[in-house]
Nanobody, 124 residues
Framework: QEHLVESGGGSVEIGGSLTLSCTGS??????MGWFHQGPGKQLEEVAA?????????KYADSVKGRFTISRDSAENTLYLQMSSLKPEDTGIYTC??????????????????WGQGTQVTVSS
């Protein structure tokens, strides 16, 4: 199993931007994604990607147009660029990888590697 470590979380004002990083001990591969858990809410997949085959990506409606998932050229760091942040974006963001891509639902399945999460707080 790949060991993933997130960084880049913190506090930001409404409308601000943050970029989260997720670094693996080796190459990050397979279906990969970022998950968000708001206070008192369930874990939600906000961004998923399958770069190794066709570069497919999928975003939750709540973040579409504001968040971008990407991977560096060395393929060992996954990013989540977040802009126009809203209070409802507050929560813990966790990265995951080494999963299978569901081409019909366009989401990750059976993710094998998970990070510990990083806190993002959006306030005025």
């Amino acid at each position: 199993q790949e060991h993933l470590v997130e960084s880049g979380g913190g506090s930001v004002e409404i409308g601000g931007s943050l970029t989260l990083s997720c670094t693996g001990s080796g190459r990050i591969f397979g279906c990969m994604g970022w998950f968000h858990q708001g206070p008192g809410k369930q874990l939600e997949e906000v961004a998923a990607a399958y770069f190794d085959v066709d570069g497919a990506t999928k975003y939750a409606d709540s973040v579409k147009g504001r968040f971008t998932i990407s991977r560096d050229s060395a393929e060992n760091t996954l990013y989540l660029q977040m802009s126009s942040l809203k209070p409802e974006d507050t929560g813990i963001y966790t990265c995951a990888a080494n999963g299978e891509w569901d081409p019909f639902e366009r989401r990750c399945l059976s993710l094998q590697s998970w990070g510990q999460g990083t806190q993002v707080t959006v306030s005025s």
